[in-house]
């Protein structure tokens, strides 16, 4: 499952922004004489936390997030404008007198998951015009033939990039066989070539889930820079590389997004998450569904009031909860 949730609006950003300068609330400082620290003015209820009215924690949220909107990112328009201009970007590459790209995909087995996945991305190669090819191969195949078919892949320069389908059989490495493909043909980015170009902030590719969510990040204009971000899920090839892309530099060669992001995972204790999500920025959940209901339902639970849910949100949710993808508290 994945899901990203994030509740600042563009429009209340910019609304904010023209707002008049309210002034600062007064918290009981006495600013004492030029040069000197600021101390509690005589009769003054102490702070609980510097900066922060000693209020509870419903009146605090509501002084924090009241004026905040839910928005909805629209995937699929997202994804028809990328596959628009991956399209011209083939067209060019191959006017320009170059090889028409070729991808080829691996797949070992009879998991009907597996098998969908991989019409899928050969539907979607064809759509931009890239050739593709799959290579069947029988669950009880071994790993050196495996390795053979990457070795002869790597050499053959009719084919630009290589895709093994995970999972593979229990008796095949799987970090072997991604190891087995050249860096610069591995579509899926699990080379430990480009993990390790990922983490040193260097041009590499990037796995394929991680890579969406930065590009819906930057395609939408949302403000990554210092925010507050929870990722929920470890795995390396999903929430390992979204953490890297979200709070590296921004200007190192591979521009990072230069944000405080927090992993949980499935040992966070639920009040940790708690106040995480409340602190969070920006929420993304890219777990498993245990995971994924915890850290969904700590979100929607401390933000629904104070935030606005269209009508289709609501109906998204509505069908997330029907499916047991978040909790039916909602």
């Not at 992993?263 to 969070?280: D, G």
Request: with cysteine.
């Amino acid at each position: 499952m994945f899901i990203l949730f994030i509740y600042e609006s563009h429009r209340e950003r910019e609304r904010e922004r023209q707002r008049p300068r309210q002034r600062e609330p007064d918290l009981g400082l006495d600013p004492g004489t030029p040069g000197s620290r600021p101390g509690p003015k005589a009769g003054a209820k102490p702070l609980s936390h510097p900066g922060i009215p000693d209020t509870g924690p419903a009146e605090r949220r509501d002084s924090i997030f009241q004026r905040h909107d839910a928005i909805i990112i629209s995937g699929t328009e997202m994804a028809k404008q990328i596959q628009k201009e991956i399209q011209r970007g083939v067209e060019s590459w191959i006017s320009l007198g170059n090889r028409r790209p070729h991808l080829s995909i691996i797949l070992v087995g009879d998991n009907p998951a597996s098998h969908t996945y991989v019409r899928k991305k050969i539907r979607a190669a064809s759509a931009v015009g890239i050739c593709s090819e799959i290579i069947l191969k029988p669950k009880d195949v071994s790993q050196e033939e495996l390795l053979d078919i990457t070795d002869q892949l790597n050499m053959d320069p009719r084919v630009s990039g290589i895709l093994v389908q995970l999972p593979l059989p229990d008796h095949v490495d799987e970090r072997t066989v991604c190891n087995g493909i050249a860096p610069e043909k591995d579509v899926d980015g699990f080379h430990i070539i480009n993990i390790g170009r990922l983490c040193l902030d260097q041009h590499s590719l990037i796995p394929a889930t991680a890579s969406a969510v930065w590009e819906i990040i930057k395609r939408t204009g949302i403000e990554t820079f210092g925010k507050n971000v929870v990722v929920a899920g470890r795995s390396k090839n999903v929430g390992m590389p979204i953490a890297m892309l979200l709070h590296t530099d921004g200007e190192h060669e591979r521009p990072g997004g230069d944000a405080t992001v927090t992993i949980a995972h499935r040992y966070t204790p639920k009040e940790q998450l708690k106040i995480h999500t409340q602190l969070a920025d920006i929420i993304i959940v890219a777990a498993e569904l245990t995971e994924g209901r915890q850290v969904f339902g700590e979100a929607i639970n401390f933000f629904r009031p104070h935030i606005t849910l269209s009508d289709i949100l609501l109906q998204q949710l509505i069908y997330l909860q029907k499916t047991n993808i978040i909790p039916t508290s909602f």
